[in-house]
C-alpha cells in the first residue's frame, strides 16, 4: 500500500470520528433542559441565584431554572412545601423549622450570613433613646425593639443578642409590625425605642437624622441568616437534579465571594474580579440602584458550607420559644451530602 493511501485512509478516519463526535456533542446539546422552579426574594442575599441564573450556569448543568419571586422569607418553603417550587433560598425563621419539623422541607447548603466586617443588619436607636442612653446593642435590655413579625430573623437576632448578654427575649420588648416599612414608621414616630434593620433602611434613618446605628449583628453575633433547601421527596426522587442545581450555584456562590467578599488589612472591600458586572446582575434582579446593593452585600461561603452549630442552636432556641416542636431532632433539618460538608 502506497504512502499516498495510507494518509488518504487517515484522512478519511480522523474526518469520520470528527464528524461523529461533532454529531454526538449536537445531539447532546439539543436534548431540552430538565425543568426546575426556584423561590427566592428580590434581596442581595439571592445575589448567587441571579448570577447563576443570568451568567448561565444552570443552563450549562442541562437546567432551564425559572425563578419565582415573593415577598416574605415564610412564602418560601411554604412554596417548596406545596411543590410550587423546587428548591428555596431565603432567611431561616421559626416557620421554616415547624415545616422540617413535619418533614416538608430540608436544608441542602448555605445562603449568605451575618459575619464580621459585613454591614447587612444593623441595632438603630432613636435619637430619642440614644440621649437618654441607649449607646450600644447590650442596652437594647429593656426597651422597645421594633421586628416584623414573632417567629422571624429579627426576633432570632433579640435572642442572640440575649444569649450573649446574659438576659433573655422577655427583657425586651418586640413590637412585631408586619413589615420593615411599618417598622420605619413607628421608629420615625418614636413607638420604639430601637430597631434592627437592614443595611439600606439602617443607613437611611441615619441620613433622615432620625436615630444613630448602635452597632452591626455580623460583629456582634455571626450567625447563618439563610440557606439553600428542598423538599426531602425531592432529594430522594430526583437527586440527580438536585446535584446538577448545587453544581450551578456553588460554581456562582465561588464567583460571588472572589467580587464581594475580599478584604484588605484595614478590613475595607477589595473589588474583585467581575465586580461591577455581577453588582449589574444583583441591581437588575433586585430592582436597586448597584450603588444600594453594594452598600449592604452579605458574605456567602464559596463552598456552600453552613455553620451547622448555629442552625442547631437557631432550632434550640425556637423550641425554648415555643415555636417549634421539642421533639424535632435539629440535625434532621439538613442534609448537606450533595453540598460536600
Known sequence: MTLARLTRRAVIATTGAVFAAGTLMSAVLAQPLEKATVGVLALSSSGPIFIAKAKGYFAKEGLDVELKMFTSAQQVPVAVTSGDADFGVTGLTAGFYNLASKGAVTIIAAQSRDEPGFPLSAYVATNAAYDAGLKAPADLKGKRVA?????????????????????????????PLQDVPKMVA??????????????????QLVADGAGKILGWVGDETPWQLGALF???????????????????????LAEYHAAFNG???????????????????????????????????PYVDPQARLLVDDVINQVKFWQSEGQVDKALDPKSVMDLSIAGQ
Open 147 to 175: 421586628i416584623t413579625t414573632v417567629g422571624s430573623t429579627f426576633h432570632y437576632m433579640i435572642g442572640l443578642l440575649a444569649q450573649k448578654h446574659g438576659f433573655t427575649v422577655k427583657d425586651v420588648t418586640m413590637v
Open 186 to 203: 413607628a421608629f420615625k414616630g418614636g413607638q420604639v425605642d430601637a430597631v434592627i434593620a437592614p443595611s439600606t433602611v439602617s443607613r
Open 230 to 252: 428542598t423538599a426531602p421527596k425531592t432529594m430522594k426522587d430526583r437527586r440527580l437534579l438536585v446535584e446538577k442545581f448545587v453544581r450551578a450555584y456553588k460554581t456562582a
Open 263 to 297: 478584604k484588605d488589612a484595614a478590613g475595607n472591600l477589595v473589588k474583585g474580579p467581575g465586580y461591577d458586572e455581577l453588582l449589574g446582575i444583583i441591581a437588575d434582579a433586585t430592582k436597586q440602584k448597584p450603588d444600594i446593593v453594594a452598600a449592604g452585600l
